[in-house]
């Protein structure tokens, strides 16, 4: 694991688990070995059905490593918009999936924005699947057949609507580079001036969500050559407001919060995992917890593990 960032005085954890305790719920699972693959759908379901009522409105999941939807060494893209029987028309022997408002497909993302332009790319590249959708995580955990999921990394989301209307494109992980996923408790007070910024840059946007900004802000960090650590140090510089943000890619998991740290987190470690949650009762369904090193990660300070 790397840390890097700076240590600055924090309030009690209680007065900031009560201030950040009615906003969104995160949680995330890497695991460090092959022994409980099989079961990460399972676990991320679990830990989800803790922080349901932290976010009522839209959840979703981001998945690494399952053979059924993100097959080794294929493309695969997640849509929004477009069913299962139009991608298949649209593009004549594509596999496609339905997971909810979801459409993973197997195809490479240029070929699908050829043929169906208006549907909304929510993820793409390999190795990784992201499913999301407007409704209660239990409710899209089912109808995601997230139980059945296998594979080696997993971050959910449960979201609580504050920036943005409730859609299936407001909803997290926000995916907007290869691999890539954000999720994120609190708000960016100025997402509107960064997002003014990065658009003068090229850079597009599919919503109104303050998450949106921060994500769009990492991939354009990644693509210019920073690594997860610089990317997320500068981004602690430069956006005001409360956030505590798990971030993933193909080979890492990260965790970083405000200077403030009133939005909860917490992070275990064992031999055989590491998970975060916004809650202890999302962490206490994992197996081993009570082996597991649990501590709550400091303010402005970048945790990375790597596969």
Not at 97 to 109: G, Q, R, Y
Not at 247 to 263: E, G, M, P, Q
């Amino acid at each position: 694991m790397a840390r890097h960032g700076r240590r600055l005085g924090a309030r009690p954890l209680s007065d900031r688990i009560l201030k950040g305790r009615e906003m969104c719920g995160i949680v995330g699972l890497h695991l460090r070995g092959p022994a409980l693959e099989p079961r990460l759908g399972e676990l991320l379901g679990a830990m989800l059905g803790q922080v349901v009522e932290r976010g009522p409105d839209s959840a979703g999941v981001a998945v690494y490593g399952d053979p059924r939807l993100s097959p080794p060494g294929r493309s695969v893209v997640s849509l929004l918009g477009t069913s299962m029987a139009e991608v298949e028309a649209a593009l004549p022997g594509a596999v496609a999936i339905d997971a909810a408002a979801t459409t993973v497909v197997h195809a490479e993302v240029e070929q699908l924005r050829s043929v169906l332009p208006e549907a909304t790319v929510v993820g793409s590249g390999e190795g990784c699947a992201v499913l999301k959708g407007v409704g209660t995580a239990l409710q899209l955990a089912e109808s995601f057949g997230l139980a059945s999921v296998t594979g080696w990394q997993g971050v959910g989301h449960t979201r609580m609507a504050t920036e943005s209307a409730v859609t299936p494109e407001g909803a997290h992980p926000f995916s907007v580079g290869p691999g890539q996923c954000f999720v994120h408790n609190g708000s960016f007070a100025n997402h509107a001036t960064i997002r003014r910024e990065l658009r003068a840059q090229g850079v597009a946007f599919d919503s109104e969500n303050d998450s949106e900004v921060g994500a769009r802000f990492i991939a354009h960090q990644l693509a210019q050559g920073a690594d997860l650590e610089k990317a997320l140090r500068l981004l602690c510089e430069r956006f005001d407001g409360f956030y505590t943000l798990l971030v993933s890619t193909n080979d890492s998991f990260a965790v970083v919060r405000d200077a403030i740290a009133c939005k909860p987190a917490l992070v275990a470690e064992t031999e055989e995992w590491v998970a975060m949650a916004s809650e202890y009762r999302a962490l206490d369904v994992l197996p081993g917890v009570e082996n597991a090193r649990i501590f709550e990660p400091e303010p402005e300070v970048v945790y990375v593990w790597r596969r």
